[in-house]
């Protein structure tokens, strides 16, 4: 089941597996449902129209996005190798606690073929590639989506506590195409690949699986939502294992493509 949020010409629209949810159907309340309500909610909310009009990202705009960071051996010796402060990526990497950061909120999320931005002040700017879990009211797992947690590593290396600046700003969070309603236990073993294109040609390309993470997909939202109440849920990014070399940089015009499993988010950088 996939769920997915469209810009119509009067108003936005929610649709399951392609066809509109009636009018009755509200995601924030939605978000409140465990897993277990959820096929038969949704199956009695489809009508038999076909949806249309552009897809935007399956958030609503008060919801939140989180972000979980160095989750991932490859981010981790990305992360050290960027900083001269040593050792603190490496301690959060083994430690019990995870890093978990604010990203986004709901009106500032890009959705697919929506543009992403690079800072102005940023000369090393790189796409992360993140499942992105679908976290209910409960902090329970209702489903994923693909997210692209966009970095720039110049800063965030010159001092670990310039991560808010490093990550959050216009156009550096996107969600999309929609939301892959399933279990925990169905996210352990998915295909995550990111590729960039610059003036049609590929320039980067990597991959990796949901089975290299640390961390559990239930620890990390036990650990967002151990303090933090989310009435309405909330999204988590779960952290990148695709980090592109000290080499590589994005700049404006380069379309950047990340698939997990058979959903595929894509954006163009803009300035």
Known sequence: MILT????EDSEHWA?????????????????????EVSSLLTSLRSDEKATGTLIAPIE??????????????SRDAREAETDVKNVYDMVYEAKRPELFFKAIGWRVK?????????????????EPELTLLINSHGEILGYCVGNDVSSRNIEGENPLYLPQAKV???????????CLTGAE???????????????????????STSQIKRSFEELASYLTMETTF??????????????????SL?????????????????????
């Open 5 to 8: 949020k469209h810009q119509c």
């Open 16 to 36: 399951l597996d392609g066809y509109l949810l009636s009018s009755e159907f509200d995601f924030k309340q939605f978000c409140c449902n465990h897993p277990r």
């Open 186 to 208: 169905r996210m352990q073993n998915l295909s995550i690949e990111l590729v960039i294109e610059r003036e049609g040609r590929v320039i980067f390309k990597g991959d990796t």
């Open 61 to 74: 705009y008060d919801q939140e996005v989180w972000a979980c960071g160095v989750t991932y051996l490859r």
């Open 111 to 127: 959705g697919s073929q929506s543009a992403i931005r690079i800072r102005r002040d940023s000369h090393w700017n790189v796409p």
């Open 231 to 248: 009435p309405f849920g909330a999204f988590l990014l779960t952290g990148t294992g695709i980090i592109p070399d000290e080499a590589f």
């Open 169 to 179: 700003y216009d156009g550096s969070c996107a969600l999309g195409p929609g939301i």
């Open 251 to 271: 700049s404006v015009g380069d379309k950047v493509i990340i698939t997990i499993d058979t959903l595929v988010l894509e954006n163009r950088v803009e300035s």
